[in-house]
């Protein structure tokens, strides 16, 4: 077991996870994509302010869920076991719909990055993200299947959630360092592309069926 003051983590569980949260980390996605354009038109500030901003807005739904959801699950198995498999189906569609959507391309968050009143680039960072309802949804479905029900949930799923936007954080600080020639192999290969959203969601689908499967 992993022990982080009273939190009490297989550590079976918790391989699993921080395997699952750095694939999905270094996977392009909508969140990776705003941080590079934003990088591209206001330079290596503004990226990581961006990036940043995003981290906080992250660790906002973290806090919220865990406060929340901890309530519903020390109150009974049967609703730990409901949200179980419900954040074990939610992955797995959200790998499939990863698997059959148009490829991504940056230019696709240039709408975003326009927005009126952008203003600074740090609190448009955690807006973006607090607004983000998927972002929720993504903590409330991932977070929960690797916490020991019999242990303190709240340190377990605030040390998890953490570590995943330190993660998330981490291949966003990369990307607007490595901007110019990340948009320029992006820009370049649509297959590179494509295969990076594969992996993405094959890992989800994978991780939705081991977490359905597990006890």
Same mark, same amino acid.
């Not at 983590?9 to 590079?36: D, E, K, N, Q, R």
């Not at 009974?76 to 954040?87: D, R, T």
């Not at 192999?185 to 992996?199: D, I, N, T």
């Given at each position: 077991?992993?022990?982080?003051?009273?939190?009490? /983590?297989?550590?079976?569980?918790?391989?699993?996870?921080?395997?699952?949260?750095?694939?999905?980390?270094?996977?392009?996605?909508?969140?990776?994509?705003?941080? #590079?354009?934003?990088?591209?038109?206001?330079?290596?500030?503004?990226?990581?302010?961006?990036?940043?901003?995003?981290?906080?807005?992250?660790?906002?739904?973290?806090?919220?869920?865990?406060?929340?959801?901890?309530?519903?699950?020390?109150?009974?198995?049967?609703?730990?076991?409901?949200?179980?498999?419900?954040?074990?189906?939610?992955?797995?569609?959200?790998?499939?719909?990863?698997?059959?959507?148009?490829?991504?391309?940056?230019?696709?968050?240039?709408?975003?990055?326009?927005?009126?009143?952008?203003?600074?680039?740090?609190?448009?960072?955690?807006?973006?993200?607090?607004?983000?309802?998927?972002?929720?949804?993504?903590?409330?479905?991932?977070?929960?299947?690797?916490?020991?029900?019999?242990?303190?949930?709240?340190?377990?799923?605030?040390?998890?959630?953490? /570590?995943?936007?330190?993660?998330?954080?981490?291949?966003?600080?990369?990307?607007?360092? #490595?901007?110019?020639?990340?948009?320029?192999?992006?820009?370049?290969?649509?297959?590179?592309?494509?295969?990076?959203?594969?992996?993405?969601?094959?890992?989800? /689908?994978?991780?939705?069926?081991?977490?359905?499967?597990?006890?």
């Amino acid at each position: 077991m992993l022990h982080v003051g009273t939190t009490m /983590i297989s550590s079976a569980h918790f391989f699993v996870f921080l395997t699952a949260a750095t694939l999905l980390a270094v996977s392009p996605g909508p969140g990776m994509l705003y941080v #590079l354009a934003r990088s591209l038109r206001g330079g290596r500030r503004v990226g990581l302010a961006s990036s940043f901003g995003t981290a906080a807005g992250g660790l906002a739904h973290v806090v919220a869920a865990g406060l929340g959801l901890s309530a519903v699950l020390a109150r009974s198995a049967s609703a730990f076991l409901i949200v179980k498999y419900a954040g074990a189906l939610y992955l797995i569609w959200l790998g499939a719909r990863a698997l059959l959507a148009k490829t991504p391309t940056p230019s696709g968050t240039a709408a975003t990055v326009d927005a009126p009143g952008a203003g600074n680039p740090f609190w448009q960072g955690v807006s973006t993200e607090v607004l983000n309802p998927k972002t929720a949804l993504f903590f409330l479905a991932f977070i929960p299947q690797f916490v020991t029900h019999d242990a303190p949930l709240v340190p377990q799923f605030l040390l998890l959630g953490t /570590i995943s936007v330190v993660l998330n954080t981490s291949a966003d600080v990369l990307v607007v360092m #490595l901007a110019v020639p990340l948009q320029r192999r992006l820009g370049a290969s649509a297959l590179w592309r494509r295969r990076q959203q594969q992996v993405s969601g094959l890992a989800l /689908i994978g991780l939705g069926g081991y977490v359905a499967a597990s006890s």
